[in-house]
């Protein structure tokens, strides 16, 4: 990703489409005004939150990549267990981008590889109310994308 303000401002909007949000959510995931979101939009981010900025969107990139997009904006704002009883939204706010990493990485992990012991069979999960499992909040809902 650039660095250039006119590189990282299409950036943000292509974030905010990613994620459903809209400006006043995307300004306080930033934790910023209205007015100086449309500033950044406009090309004006300050140096120091340029890198921000393009973590928020290397992350929504990642998810667009992984996830069914339309699935993408209810995920990004359900609470789960995993996360502390947080959105994937509550943490960038809070924490930043990094715990969510490990959090779809571990996610990613339980959707691909749990088998069901309640049934003994070695298939893949297809109930995700199986009563041997604490599934996470967001496994119901993440729909991957095939490669």
Not at 10 to 24: C, D, F, N, V, Y
Request: charge should be positive.
């Amino acid at each position: 990703m650039g660095s250039s303000a006119g590189t990282v401002a299409p950036e943000i909007a292509e974030t905010r489409e990613i994620l459903g949000l809209s400006q006043t959510e995307l300004a306080n995931l930033f934790g910023i005004g209205r007015p100086s979101l449309a500033s950044w939009q406009a090309g004006r981010i300050p140096v120091k939150r340029r890198a921000t900025v393009e973590r928020l969107h290397d992350l929504a990139l990642v998810l667009r990549r992984e996830m069914k997009p339309s699935r993408i904006p209810e995920i990004v704002c359900t609470r789960d267990s995993w996360l502390g009883h947080r959105s994937i939204l509550e943490v960038i706010r809070e924490e930043g981008v990094a715990p969510i990493y490990a959090y779809l990485a571990r996610l990613f992990a339980y959707t691909n590889d749990r088998y069901c012991e309640a049934n003994e069979i070695d298939t893949p999960i297809c109930n995700p109310w199986c009563p041997k499992i604490r599934t996470p909040s967001v496994a119901v809902l993440i729909v991957r994308r095939r490669r």
